[in-house]
Nanobody, 122 residues
Framework: QLQASGGGLVQPGGSLRLSCAAS????????MGWFRQAPGKEREFVST????????YYSDSVRGRFTISRDNAKNMVFLQMNSLKPEDTAVYYC?????????????????WGQGTLVTVSS
């Protein structure tokens, strides 16, 4: 089971840190990803991290502003979001991949959390 948290309302230019907690040890040996879905749009890839944290990928729209990290001892993954823009407004989902390597395709992630809403607005 995955539980995402940390969403909320923030002004443009602000920051938020999303957290994703996993029950059991499923997170420790698998890659983790963050995806988001804005109102009226399809779900899109945001970021992913390999099982050991050594490989990370970001979408072009968030690279340089977002940072993904993980703490396998605590079964948690984080997404630090800085310099937020109104176009970052979306429901953010964490997901566990069925393998250790980081990938960008949502098809590679069979386990999903319930999502946390991020709203960037003045």
């Amino acid at each position: 089971q995955l539980q995402a948290s940390g969403g909320g309302l923030v002004q443009p230019g602000g920051s938020l840190r999303l957290s994703c907690a996993a029950s059991g040890s499923i997170l420790r040996v698998n890659a983790m990803g963050w995806f988001r879905q804005a109102p009226g749009k399809e779900r899109e890839f945001v970021s992913t991290v390999s099982w050991n944290g050594r490989t990370t990928y970001y979408s072009d729209s968030v690279r340089g502003r977002f940072t993904i990290s993980r703490d396998n001892a605590k079964n948690m993954v984080f997404l630090q979001m800085n310099s937020l823009k109104p176009e970052d407004t979306a429901v953010y989902y964490c997901a566990v991949r069925n393998g250790p390597g980081a990938t960008k395709s949502s098809d590679d992630y069979p386990f999903w959390g319930q999502g946390t809403l991020v709203t960037v607005s003045s």
